[in-house]
């Protein structure tokens, strides 16, 4: 019986001197924070014209337009502070010509506004087309004091279904 003790006690000063190198000093194992991934979803039904000269329809569900012409759709997130990883673009475009997205990060304040990030479709069939960039710079937005907003340029014949943005905070 005491050769059990014995071995038994240098087990557990093993581990008790083991123990402070994996516990935090709160007590727990210290983690790294997780960033929390969200998307929102631009409907057509959110894009609205930047001028009067354009021939559309915006049924809701899509926004088409006869005469070409650039629409407009703010940013709204749930928290104040994003970073944009990726923005995705759903639209027809079998003319020729692309459709193009621009995301802006504009500053009220200061009468100054960045474009962070754009992609375009390709001339193609698919219906919707889908197009995808990660490529965006500056990608933190600061809603306390920055506006985003998306541009799209139709042409005539095209129609655009929506806009899905994925964000982390």
Aim: charged letters at 10%; hydrophobic letters at 45%; a negative charge.
């Amino acid at each position: 019986m005491k050769q059990t003790k014995r071995l038994g006690v240098p087990l557990l000063v093993t581990l008790l001197v083991a123990l402070p190198l994996s516990v935090g000093a709160g007590g727990a194992a210290a983690e790294a924070p997780r960033a929390t991934t969200g998307s929102i979803m631009i409907p057509a039904a959110a894009f609205t014209p930047s001028s009067n000269d354009w021939e559309y329809d915006n049924s809701g569900l899509d926004l088409i337009t006869s005469t070409g012409g650039n629409f407009l759709a703010p940013l709204s997130f749930p928290v104040p502070v994003v970073n944009i990883r990726r923005i995705i673009l759903y639209a027809l475009d079998n003319t020729g010509a692309a459709v193009c997205l621009t995301l802006y990060r504009s500053s009220p304040a200061t009468d100054h506004e960045v474009l962070a990030s754009w992609t375009c479709t390709t001339d193609s069939t698919d219906d919707p087309q889908v197009v995808s960039t990660t490529a965006i710079n500056p990608k933190a937005v600061n809603t306390a004091v920055q506006a985003p907003y998306l541009w799209v340029n139709l042409g005539p014949g095209h129609a655009l279904y929506g806009v899905k943005v994925i964000y982390s905070y």
